[in-house]
């Protein structure tokens, strides 16, 4: 369930791999980047008839499966759900950082809890050091560059190799060690399509990715023509915001749910801003990304009383949707998330008073 907090009508309606992330220059000015198209995609498939070896390609870098992998580990909730939403969870050995990506009232979402419960959490708080992924023998790793994996570091998908562990790297995440010009609700089917290959239920994979496919285009049928408004996503941050800009799954969510990413010209993945920037691109609403602490109730009080925020136009209106950090990057909820951005964005569309309730 999404949490909106009311506003006037308008006429419209992480963790470890984010500590990376540096402040970038102000922007000269700031362009809309296309959420809506297709992606050159950071995985291909190469099988014949669903049958053995299957090659998957991985951020450029090729491997075969001659079996599917028997004892997987994911790291973070969202590749953790992209895998239960295969129902792979016979196949799951252990899960690192799932439980702390998660808001605070409820970290693992009610469709998904059965199969957590099925899958040991070998890390609630913390991603995998060598030693504790190690330790569990895996055969299979599904995490993504700064969700897990980092470079100049031995984790990493070559070094891992040496112990007869095979990587799949989350699509998004290619951004980090390829040039990438853009990020797509396309990037999150790669990785169900890929990981249906790899395990052998291409079936289960499709229709996932159908329904997810049927519930943006309902989405977006619904606010087809609409003007689209300004939104802002605030991750966290007081002195720096940290934000989702362009190569960001969630600015491709903003586009598909009607609105215009303030830092969607920003071609980097997540990333630390400045107030100044927020200010002068003074946006209509704002997203507040919601997983352990603050909470995103206290991130919410924060931008009412900061200087450089209050009076922002957002602010000012109380515009605020709340995603979980599940929704906001690559999984199985992005679709979800796509329609409660659209739903808060344009709520007439959908039939709804001006909050979106």
Same mark, same amino acid.
């Given at each position: 369930?999404?949490?909106?907090?009311?506003?006037?009508?308008?006429?419209?309606?992480?963790?470890?791999?984010?500590?990376?992330?540096?402040?970038? &220059?102000?922007?000269?000015?700031?362009?809309?980047?296309?959420a809506?198209g297709?992606s050159?995609?950071?995985?291909?498939?190469s099988?014949?008839?669903?049958?053995y070896?299957?090659t998957?390609?991985?951020?450029?870098?090729?491997e075969?499966?001659?079996?599917?992998?028997?004892?997987?580990?994911?790291?973070?909730?969202?590749?953790t759900?992209?895998?239960?939403?295969?129902?792979?969870?016979?196949?799951?050995?252990?899960?690192?950082g799932?439980?702390g990506d998660?808001?605070?009232?409820?970290?693992?979402?009610?469709?998904?809890q059965?199969?957590?419960?099925?899958?040991?959490?070998?890390?609630a708080?913390n991603?995998f050091?060598?030693e504790?992924? +190690? *330790?569990?023998?895996p055969?299979?790793?599904? &995490?993504g560059?700064?969700?897990?994996?980092?470079?100049?570091? $031995?984790?990493?998908?070559?070094?891992?190799?040496?112990?007869?562990?095979k990587?799949?790297?989350?699509?998004?995440?290619?951004?980090w060690?390829?040039h990438?010009t853009?990020?797509?609700?396309?990037?999150?089917?790669?990785?169900?399509?890929?990981?249906g290959? +790899?395990? *052998?239920?291409?079936?289960?994979?499709?229709?996932?990715?159908?329904?997810?496919? &049927?519930?943006?285009?309902?989405?977006?049928?619904k606010?087809?023509?609409?003007?689209?408004?300004?939104?802002f996503d605030y991750?966290?941050?007081?002195?720096?915001?940290?934000?989702?800009?362009?190569l960001?799954?969630?600015?491709?969510?903003?586009?598909? *749910?009607?609105g215009? $990413?303030?830092?969607?010209?920003?071609?980097?993945?997540?990333?630390?801003v400045?107030?100044?920037q927020?200010v002068?691109?003074?946006?209509?609403? +704002?997203? +507040?990304?919601?997983?352990?602490?603050p909470?995103a109730?206290?991130k919410?009080?924060?931008?009412?009383?900061? $200087?450089d925020?209050? $009076?922002?136009?957002?602010?000012?209106?109380?515009?605020?949707?709340?995603?979980?950090?599940?929704?906001?990057?690559?999984?199985?909820?992005?679709?979800? &998330?796509?329609?409660?951005?659209?739903?808060?964005l344009?709520?007439?569309a959908?039939?709804?008073?001006?909050?979106?309730?």
């Open positions: 369930m999404h949490r909106y907090t009311r506003r006037s009508d308008l006429g419209i309606r992480p963790r470890a791999w984010r500590a990376l992330a540096v402040p970038v &220059a102000l922007l000269a000015g700031v362009s809309v980047l296309a809506c297709s050159p995609s950071g995985s291909s498939i099988a014949k008839n669903g049958t070896p299957v998957v390609t991985s951020c450029g870098t090729a075969t499966y001659t079996k599917a992998p028997t004892r997987a580990v994911a790291n973070d909730i969202n590749t759900e992209d895998m239960l939403a295969l129902n792979l969870e016979p196949r799951m050995v252990g899960t690192f799932a439980v998660g808001p605070v009232s409820q970290p693992i979402p009610p469709q998904y059965a199969g957590f419960r099925k899958v040991r959490d070998v890390s708080d991603y050091t060598l504790q992924l +190690i *330790g569990l023998r055969d299979f790793l599904f &995490a560059w700064n969700y897990g994996l980092q470079t100049g570091t $031995n984790l990493t998908p070559q070094y891992l190799s040496k112990f007869g562990i990587t799949l790297v989350l699509t998004e995440s290619c951004a060690v390829q990438k853009s990020v797509s609700i396309d990037d999150t089917y790669t990785d169900l399509r890929d990981l290959a +790899i395990f *052998g239920v291409e079936s289960r994979a499709a229709k996932v990715i159908a329904s997810m496919k &049927a519930q943006v285009a309902a989405a977006r049928a606010i087809a023509g609409l003007k689209p408004v300004t939104v991750d966290s941050g007081e002195a720096a915001p940290f934000t989702g800009p362009g960001a799954m969630v600015n491709a969510e903003i586009g598909l *749910g009607g215009t $990413n303030i830092f969607g010209g920003l071609k980097q993945s997540w990333t630390s400045s107030w100044e927020v002068a691109a003074q946006p209509q609403c +704002i997203i +507040i990304n919601d997983y352990g602490t909470t109730a206290q919410e009080k924060f931008l009412e009383t900061f $200087n925020s209050k $009076n922002l136009p957002a602010v000012k209106h109380h515009c605020f949707l709340v995603l979980s950090y599940d929704e906001v990057t690559p999984s199985p909820r992005n679709a979800e &998330a796509v329609e409660a951005i659209a739903k808060w344009h709520p007439s959908f039939g709804l008073p001006a909050d979106g309730s």
